[in-house]
Every structure is written in structure tokens, then in C-alpha cells.
């Protein structure tokens, strides 16, 4: 069954960096556009970044844009998040998401259960 | 960026009545809508793709419609797995893709 993991979360200081990590399985990973998505805690859902099933193309949101960095390792079918000079807004628990395409556009069929990042003094 | 915008906030329903959820966006999105469940400490879970299609696994009970900019997640008969929260996501404008910021629907 599709399975994914993330890791990597914790309590870092403003200005700091943390890189999450998400491991997939029970499906080829290298086919499937993955994105990012947090929740503020009490908050509702929003879309931080998105790369391609190679890896080619990548999108951020505004909001993080020029602070994170998306990647995968298709050999290792894990996607990861680089985030750096993080804020205190960034405190949320992030999830990893694998999107399928629908007839125009690509929605989200599976998450994972998510890693909560806090980023505080 | 496209506005989703659920209603209402918090719905208050007795088990074995029907649930209607709203969700407007504020430019047509076509069918390029889908529905999750949250539950408390739980990720989202896919309940309706293409605004009326229903995911793999998902009961009956459940079903969406619309079209454009108005959509409709209607819960025939809730049973008490089904309180929780609902999102509305656009995929339309992908991958700018934006959610409603969700309705709670609780026991009455």
C-alpha cells in the first residue's frame, strides 16, 4: 500500500535551518509529481512547494520562495525540503503529498502523516 | 491566486442527518475541485476528485457536485466517523493550488 513518511521536524530558532525528509513506498515513486503542504497549528491547509516525477521542474509558493529548496533522489524514492532562514510563521507541521493528475491539473490522493516544525526563540 | 472560500465555518449535525458544505471560488476553477477529511492528528484524506468523483475507498454516503465557481460535499446520513473538518482545494491553476480554510463539522 502507498506509504509516506516524514522525518527531519523539530524546534529550531528563528534564522535557523532544518531539511525534512519523506520516504515513499508501495508505489514507483519516479512516475509521481510530490509536493509539499503545512498546517499552522489551528489553521487550514497551504501549498508550500511542488517538483516534477524527474525533477526538472519546481515551483514554491511566494512565501518561501528563495528560503526553501525542494528535491528528491528517485533511487532512494524520497523527497526532501531544505528550509533556511525559517520564521516564526513557518511553524506548522508539513506534509509531503503525491499528486495525480485529474483532467487538468494534479490533485492529492495520498499524504503523509505529516512532521511538526516549530520555529521559535 | 484563486480565493476558495467554505461555508460555514462549523456545521452542526445529529448522526443520521444530511451535512451540506459549500465552497465558492473566486474564479471559475471548471471541475478542478477536490474534497478531503481531516480528523483531529490525522492527515487529510482524499474524499472527491473532479468535484464529484468519489476517491477509492470512499462510502457511498458521500458526494460532490458543481461546477465553475460553486461546489457542493453533501453527507447523506452522518455516521461518527464523519465528524471532522472539510476542505475544498482548486487544481485548476495548478500548481498554484489553494484551499478553503475548511468547515468543522461537529455532533450536535
Known amino acids: 500500500q502507498v506509504q509516506l513518511v516524514e522525518s527531519g521536524g523539530g524546534l529550531v530558532k528563528p534564522g535557523g535551518s532544518l531539511r525534512l525528509s519523506c520516504a515513499a513506498s508501495?508505489?514507483?515513486?519516479?512516475?509521481?509529481?510530490m509536493s509539499w503542504i503545512r498546517q499552522a497549528p489551528g489553521k487550514g491547509l497551504e501549498w508550500v512547494s511542488y517538483i516534477s516525477s524527474s525533477g526538472s521542474t519546481i515551483y514554491y509558493a511566494d512565501s518561501v520562495k528563495g528560503r526553501f529548496t525542494i528535491s528528491r533522489d528517485n533511487a532512494k524514492n524520497s523527497l526532501y525540503l531544505q528550509m533556511n532562514s525559517l520564521r516564526a510563521e513557518d511553524t506548522a507541521v508539513y506534509y509531503c503529498a503525491r499528486g495525480v493528475l485529474g483532467v487538468v491539473g494534479y490533485y492529492f490522493d495520498y499524504w503523509g502523516q505529516g512532521t511538526l516544525v516549530t520555529v521559535s526563540s | 491566486e484563486i480565493v476558495m472560500t467554505q461555508s460555514p465555518a462549523t456545521l452542526s449535525v445529529s448522526p443520521g442527518e444530511r451535512a451540506t458544505l459549500s465552497c465558492r471560488a473566486s474564479q471559475s476553477v471548471s471541475s478542478n475541485l477536490a474534497w478531503y477529511q481531516q480528523k483531529p492528528g490525522q492527515a487529510p484524506r482524499l474524499l472527491i476528485y473532479g468535484a464529484s468523483t468519489r476517491a477509492t475507498g470512499i462510502p457511498a454516503r458521500f458526494s460532490g457536485s458543481g461546477s465553475g465557481t460553486e461546489f457542493t460535499l453533501t453527507i447523506s446520513s452522518l455516521q461518527s466517523e464523519d465528524f471532522a473538518v472539510y476542505y475544498c482545494q482548486q487544481y485548476n491553476n495548478w500548481p498554484w493550488w489553494t484551499f478553503g480554510q475548511g468547515t468543522k463539522v461537529e455532533i450536535k
Open positions: 508501495g508505489f514507483t515513486f519516479s512516475d509521481y509529481y
